[in-house]
Nanobody, 125 residues
């Protein structure tokens, strides 16, 4: 089972970026896919998640408004659209998965079983 986030890069403040998450070894069926990020010297931070069961999305408060998670589950792909990026958004972004339902995710503790390789996002001022 492998998850892979990609699509990161260097972007200017105010710009947008869309990250993608794909998987090998399992399909996005009856799972919750989440996004986290970790900046240098900081703890990992949750962004939100999406349910492959019904497409419902949940976000942490700090992510609401600029970040949007969507999924094309037929293509086994989940996206993270990031708008109006700021230098403080610079981090490695990870996609994660769990068989738990999205509605019970609290983004605390180790709720996600699988962590993919991250992708670096750098926002210049």
């Amino acid at each position: 089972v492998q998850l892979q986030a990609f699509g990161g890069g260097l972007v200017q403040a105010g710009g947008s970026l869309r990250l993608s998450c794909t998987a090998s070894g399992f399909t996005f069926k009856y799972v919750t896919i989440g996004w986290y990020r970790q900046a240098p010297g900081k703890e990992r931070e949750a962004i939100g998640c999406i349910s492959s069961r019904d497409g419902s999305t949940y976000y942490v408060d700090s992510s609401k408004g600029r970040f949007t998670i969507s999924g094309d589950f037929a293509k086994n792909t989940v996206y993270l659209q990031m708008n109006n990026l700021k230098p403080e958004d610079t981090a490695i972004y990870y996609c994660v998965s769990t068989p738990r339902g999205a509605a019970v995710i609290t983004f605390s503790g180790d709720e996600f079983n699988y962590w993919g390789q991250g992708t670096q996002v750098t926002v210049s001022s």
